[in-house]
T-cell receptor, first 110, second 116 residues
Framework: GIQVEQSPPDLILQEGANSTLRCNFS?????LQWFHQNPWGQLINLFY???GTKQNGRLSATTVATERYSLLYISSSQTTDSGVYFC????????????FGSGTQLTVLP | DAGVIQSPRHEVTEMGQEVTLRCKPI?????LFWYRQTMMRGLELLIY????????DSGMPEDRFSAKMPNASFSTLKIQPSEPRDSAVYFC??????????????FGDGTRLSIL
């Protein structure tokens, strides 16, 4: 199956700092999503981004499908950004299920 | 608009009991997915349905697990008999195949299952 690797596994920031999270995948994809799992365990959709660039407030994401990676940028981080960030992909073709990376645990300190 | 609705939110039961988890997908979505999250294995697919038909159940751990989708607005995941190693958070997600054929998946809040 497709492999998804996220880095770094852990990240600790001071409030107000910027960060970049990376997701590498091993095959061509027709779906790529970034999620934030909050302290209550909810999976919050951040971006649906199989290719290109999107922005939503302080967050933005870029996927370079030809080079098989995606980046999630968090600017001016806040304590509420803490949690685990997951990248998930579906391989191109008939497969529709998402394969998740192991996540980046982000802690933003006040 | 209502999102994916899962029930119960929490379930604690004793080993050997039957457990039924429920999911209501977003109205108009024709694909439904069950995922499980554990510390050891992370988030992994158990089964998914397209137009109420099971398409891929290769992630279902063993015969103790079964899933049904009797209509477009309801699905169940059943474990019988339950074992302590089934303790996990179970997520249901739904999506549409309209347009390009692969749309984002939307997740419910999950069911946190503890088997004693």
């Amino acid at each position: 199956g497709i492999q998804v690797e996220q880095s770094p596994p852990d990240l600790i920031l001071q409030e107000g700092a910027n960060s970049t999270l990376r997701c590498n995948f091993s095959d061509s994809v027709n779906n790529l999503q970034w999620f934030h799992q909050n302290p209550w365990g909810q999976l919050i959709n951040l971006f649906y981004i199989p290719s290109g660039t999107k922005q939503n407030g302080r967050l933005s994401a870029t996927t370079v499908a030809t080079e098989r990676y995606s980046l999630l940028y968090i600017s001016s981080s806040q304590t509420t950004d803490s949690g685990v960030y997951f990248c998930a992909v579906s391989r191109s073709g008939s497969a529709r299920q998402l394969t998740f990376g192991s996540g980046t645990q982000l802690t933003v300190l006040p | 608009d209502a999102g994916v609705i899962q029930s119960p939110r929490h379930e604690v039961t004793e080993m050997g009991q039957e457990v039924t988890l429920r999911c209501k997908p977003i109205s108009g979505h024709n694909s439904l997915f069950w995922y499980r999250q554990t510390m050891m294995r992370g988030l992994e697919l158990l089964i998914y349905f397209n137009n109420n038909v099971p398409i891929d159940d290769s992630g279902m751990p063993e015969d103790r697990f079964s899933a049904k989708m009797p209509n477009a607005s309801f699905s169940t995941l059943k474990i019988q008999p339950s074992e302590p190693r089934d303790s996990a958070v179970y997520f249901c997600a739904s999506s549409s195949t309209a347009g390009s054929g692969n749309q984002p998946q939307h997740f419910g809040d999950g069911t946190r299952l503890s088997i004693l």
